[in-house]
């Protein structure tokens, strides 16, 4: 599939999922391939726009969680990430992708469970935390946490 359709359709995803975004400030939104090696620059975009945010390490953690299930379970081509301020202290981010096909779920884990605690570190770590489906486009997981 050529780059500008993927940039189209990325394009329309998160243009929905803003059109959900509480009453806030966006700060920032960028567009990856769905490549392991790009979580590395989703962690660097937040780096970059959180750096003096005491919130800033909590959300690249989150964040990384967040687009390596997209990357492992979704099919999608790509994943965006929004940085929102929705509150004075409040932070929302979240991570967008074409997945159509199941819900992103808190599993039970057990200690000898490998994997599946990306969603359940989401659950300790952010305020709250939910999913948007975009019907016909693909889904929106994204946490709040405290930020500056």
Known sequence: MPTTRVNEDAREIV???LAELPTGELIRT???AAR???VAYARAFIRTHLADDP????VVLLVSELATNSIRHSRSRFFAVTLARIGPDRLRITVIDE?????PYL?????????GRGIAVIDCLATRWGITRLPDLGTAVWFECAGR
């Open 99 to 103: 997945g159509r096909a199941g819900i």
């Open 36 to 38: 392991a090696d790009q």
């Open 55 to 58: 919130a800033c390490d909590t």
């Open 107 to 115: 599993p039970e884990i057990t200690v000898d469970t490998e994997g």
């Open 30 to 32: 960028r567009t990856f």
């Open 15 to 17: 243009t929905a999922t």
